[in-house]
């Protein structure tokens, strides 16, 4: 199994570096994506950590996680900030972790330092603060991209004890903190914090809200941190350059995404020919769909844009007998140019007689796609 680190950071390339050097022995890859209110021209600092620099177009919201994790090769996927390191005894694990074959994901703690480098907040809302970070890079993996949220939970996964650590507190002025906590509000409203109070505020405002005395980082693990925290300047590549992702890229893979008018183009095709149902029979009908458009359409009934299978019933002489069919989500994600079969579970009419069966796929609360195939179905007792 092959493992890529994936950071995406503004924070200074130094510290960045000396977070992700000693991941180098077991990384197979190691992906930086460095937003574009950096300096370009100082690129090449971040890559004396990198196997590849990516910019990425910065615009304010936490949607750039299911591009970044695209740009990766690796079957496993650690996902680090630039102001995160892993703790010494997750670093021992991480060979183990991903060898594992009877687990998709992994849930990492992470800890807080305040006041100090030396000491963590082991109190809610800080401790245990799960993170989604360690993901199999496959089929299963997917993000609802809205904000404080990492991968979907996919099944089975494991929630570890070997934590990582975040510099936030370290790193941010006070003042930073406040207008970062306020920024967040205004971002993502009236949310509580575990064990109450402004969702916000509480993370970010520990000299507000703390109150338990916090706990002293172990020796191998402070050593680490204060390899980070007093970092200089790496060895640069001179002249280092990097492609920029704008925004219409990232949003390819973005889920809150709107699709365009182009996306709404299918062929579906019918790949049985016995058409018959008996009065109420529920079952599948399976056809082939192509994705004749410009957007890639999700697998399963969760990830957006909600495209389904559906039908509508309609009698020989073309009225309609029922038109909002049962929703079928697609089996697998349908890239552009490509087709699957997809079984659309059909109730039939309680009545015998004659009709017409209509197979199209819906784009949810949006439109259908116009695109139906017209099956002439007996339905007989």
């Given at each position: 199994?092959?493992?890529?680190?994936?950071?995406?950071?503004?924070?200074?390339?130094?510290?960045?570096?000396?977070?992700?050097?000693?991941?180098?022995?077991?990384?197979?890859?190691?992906?930086?994506?460095?937003?574009?209110?950096?300096?370009?021209?100082?690129?090449?600092?971040?890559?004396?950590?990198?196997?590849?620099?990516?910019?990425?177009?910065?615009?304010?919201?936490?949607?750039?996680?299911?591009?970044?994790?695209?740009?990766?090769?690796?079957?496993?996927?650690?996902?680090?900030?630039?102001?995160?390191?892993?703790?010494?005894?997750?670093?021992?694990?991480?060979?183990?972790?991903?060898?594992?074959?009877?687990?998709?994901?992994?849930?990492?703690?992470?800890?807080?330092?305040?006041?100090?480098?030396?000491?963590?907040?082991?109190?809610?809302?800080?401790?245990?603060?799960?993170?989604?970070?360690?993901?199999?890079?496959?089929?299963?993996?997917?993000?609802?991209?809205?904000?404080?949220?990492?991968?979907?939970?996919?099944?089975?996964?494991?929630?570890?004890?070997?934590?990582?650590?975040?510099?936030?507190?370290?790193?941010?002025?006070?003042?930073?903190?406040?207008?970062k906590a306020i920024r967040y509000e205004a971002e993502d409203p009236g949310r509580t914090a575990p064990g109450g109070g402004p969702f916000n505020e509480a993370y970010y405002l520990p000299e507000r809200h703390a109150r338990l005395e916090p706990v002293r980082v172990?020796?191998?693990?402070?050593?680490?941190?204060?390899?980070?925290?007093?970092?200089?300047?790496?060895?640069?590549?001179?002249?280092?350059?990097?492609?920029?992702?704008?925004?219409?890229?990232?949003?390819?893979?973005?889920?809150?995404?709107?699709?365009?008018?182009?996306?709404?183009?299918?062929?579906?095709?019918?790949?049985?020919?016995?058409?018959?149902?008996?009065?109420?029979?529920?079952?599948?009908?399976?056809?082939?769909?192509?994705?004749?458009?410009?957007?890639?359409?999700?697998?399963?009934?969760?990830?957006?844009?909600?495209?389904?299978?559906?039908?509508?019933?309609?009698?020989?002489?073309?009225?309609?007998?029922?038109?909002?069919?049962?929703?079928?989500?697609?089996?697998?994600?349908?890239?552009?140019?490509?087709?699957?079969?997809?079984?659309?579970?059909?109730?039939?009419?309680?009545?015998?007689?004659?009709?017409?069966?209509?197979?199209?796929?819906?784009?949810?609360?949006?439109?259908?796609?116009?695109?139906?195939?017209?099956?002439?179905?007996?339905?007989?007792?």
């Amino acid at each position: 199994m092959k493992l890529s680190i994936a950071c995406y950071t503004n924070d200074p390339a130094c510290r960045v570096v000396a977070s992700l050097n000693p991941l180098r022995a077991v990384a197979d890859e190691i992906v930086i994506a460095v937003d574009s209110r950096v300096d370009p021209a100082l690129l090449g600092d971040y890559a004396a950590a990198a196997d590849r620099v990516i910019r990425f177009e910065f615009n304010g919201a936490n949607r750039c996680k299911a591009w970044l994790h695209a740009q990766c090769a690796g079957d496993w996927v650690l996902l680090l900030d630039g102001d995160e390191l892993v703790s010494s005894e997750l670093l021992d694990h991480l060979p183990e972790l991903i060898a594992s074959r009877d687990v998709l994901q992994y849930q990492l703690p992470r800890r807080w330092l305040y006041p100090d480098a030396q000491h963590w907040l082991n109190e809610l809302p800080w401790w245990p603060d799960y993170q989604n970070r360690l993901v199999r890079n496959d089929g299963t993996l997917w993000f609802p991209g809205t904000k404080h949220t990492g991968a979907a939970i996919a099944f089975p996964c494991r929630y570890l004890e070997w934590p990582m650590y975040h510099l936030n507190f370290l790193a941010l002025s006070l003042d930073e903190r406040i207008a970062k906590a306020i920024r967040y509000e205004a971002e993502d409203p009236g949310r509580t914090a575990p064990g109450g109070g402004p969702f916000n505020e509480a993370y970010y405002l520990p000299e507000r809200h703390a109150r338990l005395e916090p706990v002293r980082v172990g020796a191998r693990d402070q050593e680490a941190i204060d390899e980070v925290l007093s970092a200089r300047a790496a060895r640069s590549r001179a002249n280092y350059s990097a492609r920029l992702a704008d925004s219409a890229e990232i949003d390819r893979y973005y889920n809150g995404r709107v699709p365009n008018s182009d996306a709404y183009r299918a062929a579906i095709t019918l790949i049985e020919r016995d058409h018959h149902m008996f009065p109420g029979e529920l079952r599948h009908i399976h056809v082939r769909v192509a994705n004749l458009g410009s957007e890639r359409w999700p697998a399963g009934a969760q990830q957006k844009p909600l495209i389904r299978a559906a039908y509508h019933w309609m009698r020989d002489d073309r009225r309609v007998y029922l038109y909002e069919g049962i929703r079928s989500p697609l089996p697998c994600r349908l890239d552009p140019g490509c087709s699957t079969v997809v079984p659309v579970l059909v109730q039939a009419p309680e009545e015998p007689g004659d009709f017409v069966l209509e197979v199209d796929l819906v784009h949810e609360l949006v439109r259908w796609f116009e695109c139906q195939v017209r099956i002439e179905m007996r339905v007989a007792a």
